[in-house]
């Protein structure tokens, strides 16, 4: 029995519409995932793709950086490559609307994932980034990626991690036909690349500087920071390209960085040398000057998580260190650095003066042996070594002064960390308590070797 010719016309009216909806599916999916990239042209060949001032969020994808691209006569130079395998197609594709000339340079200015998620999209050959910075993605990229896909869903699609291979050297060079510089700085994490296009005075500081949004400080050390920005400032610049925010015609940005960066450190280590707690630091009142700054509240709970621990750390090893050591000893704290690291600093500021390997006294662990036989506690340190070693030079002048100045060699260094703070590490030592040229030469070699471990340690 045939049914009936008005419910054929409705079968086969609604066959249609679902044909025409599922041929739509496609386009809908691309559309619900456009960037809808545009970039901006701020001087002659240089253009940004301006982000959001947003977290990342299912609603965004992860378009809340400053990505860039300069135009040259020869070639095109990237700069960060955005938050997706997604975005970075996009990104390239919107270069391709203005040029066809190749890409020849493709720059991660550091490691955070918003900044070289997009890196498939690009020429393998062309992405470079500073050492560390290659480094870090190799090591982070994966635990990153994943992030990434749990915050901003499946904008991430197929997005995976791409590691440079090119490994850039500051300078002054000429890329795709145009006069720019690099620049390794460092403080918002190990390695931060920024690039000076000279032509157009444009500086792209990426997230050493935040326009109008408190900084994120995941991998921040803040005093290199504030240096890297002493070195921004000091350039002959017409335009500032932010990580994030809006670009720049001065340094308000750069100064309103600095004020914020300035403000935490502060706040940070006075509520540790108070002692306060991490909750009650997370109340801290966010001065009224930064009320503006967009994401202020979260930047800055998220900061006192990220930076509180070391300062307590270090203010508790102060505390202990002022209390123990005697008014004849000379020492100098680390803070937020393994034992080990101090440790072959030391050994490597020894070598550096011409010093035969010293001696080393492993005096914890000759603690812990005796605790039971002594009934002392067996960690009085987390780690503690004596370095015994002797200048020939200056042994020899101390016995010409009076060979009674036997009893003063060797010298000696010590290197310990406290239980309460062990990623605090000292470096102690008592100077010879001799009125004599040859007493102030070994008190000069001590001072010098601590300084010298101090520099190797990246600390001035």
């Known amino acids: 029995m045939k049914p009936p010719a008005l419910l054929t016309r409705l079968l086969t009216r609604l066959f249609a519409l679902l044909l025409a909806l599922f041929a739509l599916m496609p386009a809908a999916h691309a559309e619900r995932f456009d960037y809808r990239l545009e970039p901006r042209q701020i001087a002659d060949g240089v253009y940004v793709l301006v982000g959001l001032k947003e977290d990342f969020s299912f609603a965004n994808g992860g378009n809340i950086v400053n990505t860039g691209f300069i135009i040259g006569a020869e070639g095109v130079i990237v700069i960060d490559t955005g ?25 991660n200015t550091h490691h955070h994932p918003d900044h070289f998620l997009g890196n498939q999209a690009f020429p393998a050959s062309t992405l470079a980034a500073l050492p560390e910075t290659i480094a870090a993605i190799r090591s982070e990229g994966e635990a990153f990626n994943a992030n990434m896909y749990r915050l901003n869903g499946d904008w991430m699609r197929d997005t995976e991690v791409v590691v440079p291979t090119r490994s850039l050297s500051p300078g002054r060079q000429r890329i795709g036909g145009r006069d720019v510089e690099l620049l390794a ?5 190990a390695a931060d690349l920024a690039l000076v296009d000279h032509a157009s005075g444009t500086v792209f500081a990426a997230d050493l500087i935040f326009n109008g949004r408190a900084p ?6 803040i005093p290199r920071w504030l240096a890297a920005l002493d070195t921004l400032e000091r350039l002959s610049a017409q335009r500032w390209v932010p990580g994030h925010g809006e670009v720049a015609s001065d340094t308000t940005a750069l100064q309103e960085t600095r004020a914020w960066l300035g403000w935490l450190a502060d706040t940070i280590g006075k509520a540790a040398e108070d002692g306060l707690d991490m909750s009650e630091v997370f109340a801290t009142p966010i001065p009224p000057r930064f009320a503006g700054l967009a994401l202020v509240e979260q930047e800055f709970q998220r900061s006192v998580a990220h930076l509180f621990p070391a300062a307590e750390q270090a203010a508790l090893a102060r505390s202990a260190e002022a209390q123990m050591q005697p008014a004849d000893v000379v020492g100098r704290s680390f803070a937020a650095l393994e034992f080990s690291a101090v440790r072959d600093a030391l050994l490597d500021a020894i070598a550096d003066q011409g010093i035969a390997a010293p001696v080393v006294s492993h005096f914890a662990e000759m603690l812990a042996r005796t605790a039971n036989d002594l009934g002392h506690r067996p960690d009085l340190y987390a780690h503690a070594e004596i370095f015994n070693f002797c200048s020939a030079a200056i042994a020899a002048r101390l016995a010409t002064e009076a060979r009674a100045h036997i009893a003063l060699c060797p010298l000696s260094i010590a290197v310990y960390a406290l239980p309460e703070a062990p990623r605090t590490v ?19 070699l001590l001072a010098r070797i601590v300084a010298r471990a101090a520099s190797l340690l990246g600390q001035p």
């Open 426 to 444: 000292i470096l102690a030592y008592r100077p010879p308590a001799v009125d004599s040229a040859g007493g102030d030469a070994a008190k000069a």
């Open 83 to 107: 938050s997706s395998r997604r975005y970075g197609e996009q990104m390239l594709a919107a270069i391709r609307r203005l040029t066809e000339l190749p890409v020849v340079l493709t720059l």
């Open 216 to 221: 994120t400080t995941p991998h921040a050390d």
């Open 185 to 189: 700085l460092g403080g918002h994490t």
